[in-house]
């Protein structure tokens, strides 16, 4: 449906004047997290600049609706600014007479009262439509199928299909012309209520315990999205980042292979996998064909194929890497990996071992 | 103000007066203050504890705004900056916005219907006196249980604290049991408010005043106590449940022994979305009486006005799910919640064309009660249709727990209600003091206001849209959202300026303010007809009205108002 031609013919002026204070102070910021990925990032996530199926339907509705909400203020606010003006005392004579007192008028109580009336039936009508199009049955039947699961503070991710278990940083296949790629994303938490919003790819959604919500999204331009989770779950909220890496289905393939594969081992940093086993990292970390088979924390088995740590709160890089292992608290205060108060040596060594989970 | 009376007052004319009683001391006037039954002292207290604690969750505001103005800021501790938002919520909407709702009603309701008091005048003490330690009980959660990790301090769950954050396994200590019985409280407080200023409208209108002709801040009012009645004692049910959880392990909500989280939402929003009406609601109605005065005009169409307050009332009690669109309800509740949500449209939209017309026509005196009435038409009228877009339910997939509804909702209760309720210091308060509020000042008061609402909250439709969530301690740069958070913390300036200047001005002009007199409006109602400040028995004679403006027929014999009602 969102053929090439339509996404270039529509209009994108609200989306270039909100954004482009913003982008001045761009270049500075993200680029450098852009990690193994040759792919743009998409960190400004304009609802109005949607980047796939459902956003897209979502984005023609609010278009609409910001329409008719523009239409009648600029009437009922021109109104008001003319009265305000035209009826304004002009002098003291003004205070000599009362003007004239009307009282009310039938007919024209009813005019504004059926207009809105006429306004209200239309609106309802589209968001009818918009719900039974985006909450019906997905257009095609062979999906590709997720479980992402909210944590405090980070997101598991799952795919049942090939039996690939990650975190925080969520592959899907690009949806292009000859093979349509929709992806379902079910939605369940571990423990308090969050919200999952990438507005470029589809509205949002709750995450509630012992709940289980469906989104599925559709995108047509590779890059990586940035999103939030949105209810306050607690001192950490504001770092549980999402981050939706959309490319095309011979990378996805890729990617899901080398997810596949057990992680290698390296003999030079065997001191350090003992270090991890040993200091009961393993109790919340997962890490394939070791003793660490934790569920609490984000599995580790590919670590290094990730862009961000701590769920987006900085990059995946050998300085922040360091810090994070000696206390995880500086970093990202108040999430539920304590410091295990190690030694640097200590650090030095599962820091070489974690680095070699490609 | 208490002292004007005795002159008239024969019957302690000859008694001694009792310790603490003489004019003037302060040991006289606290006791005053604690143990008045009067309806007016009580409502001052209402409205003094508002602006009390509103100056309170201003600052944290303040404190808010500073942490979000430039990205990866540490001026606060995620824990602190959660504790922040939580109170500032809670206050502002059980503590600032309900006294003044409830102190507005006190002091004006009884004028307004020619009654000498309230009808249960001690029950209404004990309203206030509730509502003042709900109040207190919130604040001691920052003194009380320090000493365990993480469990002194306020609650930070945010302000509908959303179970099962809200249970002890992830809040840990007393914070949330202080937040919990705090609003309890209140809302005990509230309930017997309600059926206290309900009875007294139904029961002590003076004669010849017929509902059809009560004033429309009356109207309101009525409204508003419906509501209360009707939608706090589920909130207080919440309350209940929810302390049984905490303290005795029930697990109402605790979704690991099969609890509902949902159930939690459900309960808060058939409270919190009434909740709403019952603070915008004597908004409409302070403006419903400054709007006619200062256009020389009775209001258009009072008649439509009373319907659609009453239907609004009456649809308010059936949106509430409107809040919960993301929440996964099934395309059916979400499309019967977008409805009735898009709904409440038409009677507001009936309201502000009334307004309009009661303007159109006239001869508008820019006094500064106008000038917030003005600001608060075009403020309430940009909150409505944000309102109209966050109601269709698939736009609200994109906006809900964004910047855009922060947003959205600051321009209710701050463009909105707050502007009101300066309206109607400004309008009242020489009747309560007998001296004019300056006008300069009030100028001064009014462009600062306004300019930093402006500054602070129309970028936060911006940053919403750029996909900024609510209730983030910090963020990251490059997401877009710098400049427009920035601007919004630059707003907060203009807004603490203007702030103090009303403040200043309300000291100021009590003592050396223009004497004001009994009528310095020229307006219609009843309390206009008495003296400034009003005696404590209100009228010396019970008046008796035969119209909708009792004073427009004084002053104009010649064209009485009850020829053409």
């Known amino acids: 449906m969102p053929g090439l031609s339509r996404r270039c013919a529509r209009s994108r002026l609200f989306a270039i004047g909100v954004t482009v204070l913003s982008l001045l102070a761009l270049p500075t910021a993200l680029s450098g997290i852009a990690g193994a990925e040759d792919l743009p990032i998409h960190s400004i996530q304009n609802i109005f600049d949607p980047k796939s199926g459902p956003a897209e339907t979502l984005y023609w509705l609010s278009i609409l609706v910001l329409a008719i909400c523009t239409g009648i203020f600029l009437v009922v606010g021109g109104l008001l600014t003319y009265a305000i003006i035209r009826y304004r005392r002009r002098g003291s004579h003004d205070d000599m007479e009362e003007p004239p007192q009307v009282y009310g008028s039938t ?38 199928e997720l479980r992402i699961i909210g944590h405090r503070f980070w997101w598991e991710v799952r795919y ?28 369940e938490s571990a423990d308090v209520v969050h919200g999952f919003w990438v507005p470029q790819l589809n509205g949002k959604s709750w995450v509630v315990p ?45 990617w899901l292979e080398n997810q596949q594969k057990p992680p290698v081992a390296d003999p030079n940093v065997e001191k350090g996998r003992k270090e991890f086993v040993a200091n009961s990292c393993g109790t919340c970390h997962s890490i394939e064909a070791t003793a660490a088979n934790g569920v609490f924390g984000p599995d580790l088995t590919h670590f290094m194929s990730r862009a961000t740590l701590g769920a987006g709160v900085a990059p995946n890089d050998e300085d922040h890497l360091r810090a994070w292992l000696k206390d995880p608290q500086v970093l990202k205060p108040g999430c539920l990996m304590p410091n295990m108060k190690l030694e640097d040596k200590q650090v030095d060594e599962i820091l070489a071992y974690l680095r070699t989970l490609k | 103000m208490a002292n004007s009376t005795r002159t008239i007052d024969i019957g302690t004319a000859q008694a001694p007066a009792r310790p603490g009683e003489e004019r003037g001391t302060l040991t006289g006037w606290l006791q005053d203050l604690v143990f008045t039954v009067d309806h007016k002292k009580l409502g001052l207290m209402y409205i003094g504890t508002g602006w009390l604690f509103f100056v309170l969750a201003g600052s944290m505001a303040t404190f808010i705004r500073l942490q979000l103005a430039v990205p990866s800021n540490h ?39 020619g009654a000498r008091d309230m009808a249960f005048p001690r029950l209404n003490a004990f309203s206030f006196w509730v509502t003042f330690l709900g109040g207190c009980l919130l604040f001691m959660s920052y003194f009380c249980a320090p000493g365990l990790y993480d469990a002194g301090g306020p609650p930070q769950v945010g302000w509908f604290a959303l179970a099962p954050l809200n249970s002890s396994a992830f809040s840990r ?110 908004a409409f109605g302070i403006v419903s009486e400054v709007v006619p005065v200062f256009s020389r005009k009775p209001i258009f169409g009072y008649p439509a006005m009373v319907a659609a307050s009453v239907v609004i009332g009456f649809i308010s009690a059936g949106v509430w799910a409107h809040h919960m669109f993301t929440v996964g309800m099934s395309p059916f509740s979400t499309t019967f919640f977008a409805f009735s949500t898009l709904l409440i449209a038409i009677p507001t939209g009936i309201k502000i064309f009334n307004w309009l017309a009661t303007m159109y026509g006239g001869k508008i005196r820019f006094e500064v009660p106008m000038l917030f009435c003005i600001g608060f038409l075009f403020q309430f009228l940009i909150a409505g249709l944000t309102g109209v877009m966050l109601g269709v339910a698939p736009f609200d997939w994109q906006l809900n727990d964004s910047y855009f509804v922060i947003a959205h909702f600051h321009y209710v209760i701050v463009g909105a209600i707050i502007f009101a309720v300066f309206a109607g210091t400004y309008y009242w308060y020489p009747k309560a003091f007998g001296r004019m509020l300056s006008k300069k000042l009030g100028l001064w008061h009014f462009w600062l206001f306004t300019i930093g609402f402006h500054l ?74 008495t003296s400034s400040p009003p005696p404590e028995y209100n009228f010396e004679k019970l008046p008796e009205v035969l119209s909708r403006r009792p004073l427009w027929d004084l002053k104009h014999p010649d064209d009485p108002d009850w020829k053409y009602e």
């Not at chain 1, 299909?161 to 000859?178: C, D, F, G, M």
């Open chain 1, 210 to 254: 012992n709940y289980r919500n469906t989104l599925w999204i559709k995108p047509y331009e590779a890059g990586i999205y940035l999103g939030n989770c949105t209810v306050i779950c607690g001192d950490q909220h504001a770092n549980m980042l999402i981050r939706v890496v959309v490319q095309n289905r011979e990378d996805y393939n890729q």
């Open chain 1, 160 to 187: 049942p299909k090939y039996h690939v278990v990650t975190a925080n940083e969520i592959h899907v296949p690009l949806n292009s012309r000859p093979e349509a790629a929709v992806t379902e994303l079910t939605l």
């Open chain 1, 107 to 144: 007919a024209i109580e009813l005019a504004w009262t059926v207009i809105p009336i006429l306004i209200v039936v239309v609106l309802a009508l589209v968001t009818a439509r918009t719900i039974g199009e985006l909450k019906g049955p997905l257009p095609i039947a062979n999906n590709e």
């Open chain 2, 75 to 113: 001026v606060v501790t995620p824990q602190e900056f959660n504790g922040l938002i939580t109170m500032h919520g809670t206050v502002m909407i059980f503590f600032v916005a309900m006294p003044f709702a409830f102190g507005f009603a006190n002091y004006i309701v009884p004028l307004q219907i």
């Open chain 2, 173 to 282: 200590g007393p914070s949330v049991d202080y937040w919990s019985l705090s609003l309890l409280v209140t809302g005990i407080g509230s309930i017997t408010g309600g059926v206290n200023v309900m009875v007294t409208i139904f029961c002590y209108r003076c004669k010849g005043m017929t509902l059809y002709r009560m004033p429309l801040f009356v109207w309101m009012i009525v409204v508003t106590m419906f509501l209360v009645i009707m939608f706090i004692p589920p909130l207080t049910a919440a309350q209940i449940m929810l302390m049984l959880e905490r303290l005795l392990g029930a697990t109402f909500f605790d979704t690991q022994a099969g609890g509902s989280a949902i159930l939690w939402q459900h309960f808060f929003w058939i409270f919190g979305h009434p909740e709403v009406y019952i603070l915008v609601l004597p």
């Open chain 2, 456 to 529: 602070t909250f129309d970028p936060q439709h911006i940053s919403g849209i750029l996909g900024m969530p609510r209730r983030i301690y910090t963020y990251q740069p490059g997401r877009g959202w710098e400049i427009w958070n920035l601007i919004s913390t630059i707003g907060v300036i203009f807004q603490g300026a203007a702030a103090v200047i009303f403040v200043f001005n309300m000291f100021w002009s009590y003592w050396k303010g223009k004497q004001a007199g009994e009528d310095p409006w020229d307006a219609w109602t009843l309390e206009w007809v």
